[in-house]
């Protein structure tokens, strides 16, 4: 069977009549990677097609995060409230009532661990029935198999008491989500099935170790490499759930190539993902947003390389990276060889621009680099005193000039400073002062002589030399506004920025490039990442609406690396004003991804769900 791919799909698709759609995945009221954004940033387009009684998520329940995520329902009368007070008088653990996101859909949520006492029983079962053996005091698929066991009884009870008279579609997300779908075929219940694969586990794990994974992917022999990865029961969850969906799709044409070899199943449809992109939307103020984050990365910059040296923040651009630490799989590596040569060519042609590429991930530390934050302080310091001189001057300067009868007369400013006021600004001036180079890691790693990043950066001494056009800054921890060094959370700094950069090898969608064109931020992705992909296959002219996709299909890595400094030098050349009119045509672009309209591919997997 041939995969449906985006492209084939007309214009305005009806969602099947006299139905009900539950979406189950394990990040409902839940965040914990990509899947989240997917589920939370589409509720509202779903609602609003099949309304809020025909619409349902089912997720885990975790006291810590249900606190911040769920509102308890006091209203039982509907089936589905009803479904979940029987569940409850049989000993359930569960939940009913609204997740607090936009939209406010109903959502039932179990938790795992109330039936652990049943849990030996529950893999016996999955053994037997499915012949899928999963080991014990594993944390992970522990909770999974709960999970799963009480969605399984969850709709077998609604299809008992008349409920799936209606047309039932349950759709589920990733494989900590699918198990209850083999069980669902197995007693022949009345649900129509929807399977969605947002990456293979195994293709992960593979491309992480194999730089030509898709050129190997029709030779690899699935059940061997799980194995040796310790992963294969699993890789049997995800196979077991495609091959009991009626309906199997994944994000994009390259993970279906994945699940064609490591799942055995050829995805029937693509479903790409989207955003809620009027949650970005921001129209005329782009610019100003940009600006005003801008000056914000500034005050780090500020106080992070000025102490050693300085240079002109009108003539400096933000690049950045981010996501989780996969130095291969998600490009840090061509990243870091692309920055070094781009800063070797901008060396030899003397460029006046600099440029501060900031690595925004995930490792182990054990605090923030004592160096760093004293930099911070101390320059926070000097700004309080220029403050205090500003307001000093500024009122006596108008005290006086109001005063001298007419005769106008310019005073001399630096009389009007109290020597206290000079004295303090210069001890802090001197105090912060220093001959050392900047750092390039703003934290104190827990394993420094074996990160890559910095071994690279080590190595290729691109470590903030005064003469490096290209500064680094190494963030090992995700941005918040708790985060002393910035002070604004990660789409405030996605602003701030003026160029997103995630050449990823293996990506089988990638949201960090979609949520930059969201933001009005250009961005480097390639044709190996699911959202790359997609926009060279569907978008024309996708470099000037701020879209740059690097081919890593068919060329070296030396070769990439050449093609991706090119495109951060052909950024660096742009003038101010070339890049303010990117930035405005990279917010329209985003609009193409809104699940206004690429929901219509889910609409298309649920008719093809209820035809079957």
Not at 510 to 532: D, K
Request: proline content about 4%; aromatic content about 14%.
């Amino acid at each position: 069977m041939n995969t449906l791919i985006p492209e084939e799909v007309e214009e305005e698709v009806q969602i099947p009549s006299n139905s009900m759609l539950f979406e189950i995945a394990w990040e409902v009221c839940n965040q914990v990677g990509g899947i989240y954004t997917v589920i939370r940033s589409k509720v509202p387009s779903v609602i609003k097609k099949w309304g809020a009684d025909n619409y349902f998520l089912i997720g885990p329940y975790f006291a810590d995060q249900a606190a911040a995520h769920f509102d308890p329902a006091t209203d039982y009368s509907t089936p589905v409230g009803k479904a979940v007070l029987k569940m409850q008088e049989r000993g359930f653990d569960v939940y009913y009532g609204q997740w607090i996101v936009s939209g406010r859909p109903n959502v039932v949520l179990f938790n795992p661990y109330s039936v652990y006492d049943k849990l030996g029983e529950i893999k016996h079962f999955i053994w037997q029935d499915y012949h899928i053996s999963l080991p014990g005091q594993d944390e992970l698929l522990d909770k999974v198999a709960a999970f799963g066991f009480q969605v399984k009884e969850f709709f077998r009870y609604l299809c008992s008491s008349g409920f799936c008279t209606n047309r039932v579609i349950a759709h589920f997300h990733e494989w900590m989500a699918g198990l209850p779908i083999p069980g669902l075929r197995k007693e022949n219940l009345d649900i129509k099935i929807v399977f969605t694969t947002h990456a293979t586990l195994l293709g992960r794990y593979l491309a992480m170790n194999d730089n030509n994974f898709y050129d190997h992917l029709p030779f690899y022999n699935w059940e061997q490499e799980a194995t040796n990865f310790n992963v294969k029961p699993i890789v049997e969850i995800e196979r077991a759930s495609a091959h009991g969906a009626h309906v199997f799709t994944t994000v994009s044409e390259l993970t279906g190539r994945e699940c064609t070899h490591l799942l055995g199943r050829t995805p029937d449809l693509i479903l790409p993902n989207g955003l809620n992109i009027q949650r970005f939307e921001v129209l005329h103020q782009v610019q100003n947003q940009h600006l005003e984050y801008k000056e914000k990365i500034h005050d780090f910059v500020m106080g992070h390389f000025f102490q050693s040296y300085s240079f002109d923040l009108d003539n400096t651009v933000y690049f950045f990276t981010s996501g989780r630490y996969e130095y291969h799989n998600k490009g840090y590596d061509l990243t870091l060889e692309a920055l070094a040569r781009l800063n070797y060519r901008m060396q030899q042609e003397q460029s006046e621009m600099t440029v501060v590429a900031f690595f925004i991930t995930k490792r182990p530390y054990y605090t923030f680099n004592p160096d760093v934050l004293h930099s911070k302080a101390m320059i926070e310091d000097v700004h309080r005193v220029c403050e205090e001189i500003k307001e000093q001057v500024g009122r006596r300067m108008y005290t006086k000039i109001t005063s001298d009868n007419g005769q106008y007369v310019f005073p001399n400013l630096s009389d009007m400073v109290d020597d206290y006021l000079r004295l303090k600004l210069r001890r802090n001036v001197q105090s912060w002062r220093t001959n050392q180079l900047p750092k390039i890691v703003t934290h104190t790693l827990v394993d420094d002589a074996k990160d890559e990043i910095l071994n690279f950066l080590r190595t290729a001494n691109l470590i903030n030399n005064r003469h490096d056009k290209v500064k680094v800054v190494y963030h090992p921890d995700f941005i918040s506004t708790s985060n002393p060094l910035f002070r604004m959370d990660y789409t405030q700094f996605v602003r701030g920025c003026h160029l997103g950069i995630f050449p990823s090898l293996y990506e089988p969608w990638g949201y960090t490039p979609l949520e930059c064109l969201a933001s009005g931020l250009p961005s480097i992705t390639s044709n190996l990442a699911g959202f790359g992909d997609y926009v060279s296959r569907n978008i024309l002219d996708n470099e000037k609406k701020g879209m740059y996709i690097i081919d890593r299909k068919n060329r070296d890595f030396n070769q990439t690396a050449d093609e991706l400094a090119n495109v951060m030098h052909r950024f660096v050349r742009m003038t101010r004003r070339e890049r303010i009119a990117l930035r405005y045509r990279s917010e329209e672009a985003s609009l193409h991804f809104d699940w206004s309209n690429l929901g219509k591919f889910y609409d298309m997997a649920y008719n093809m769900v209820v035809e079957r």
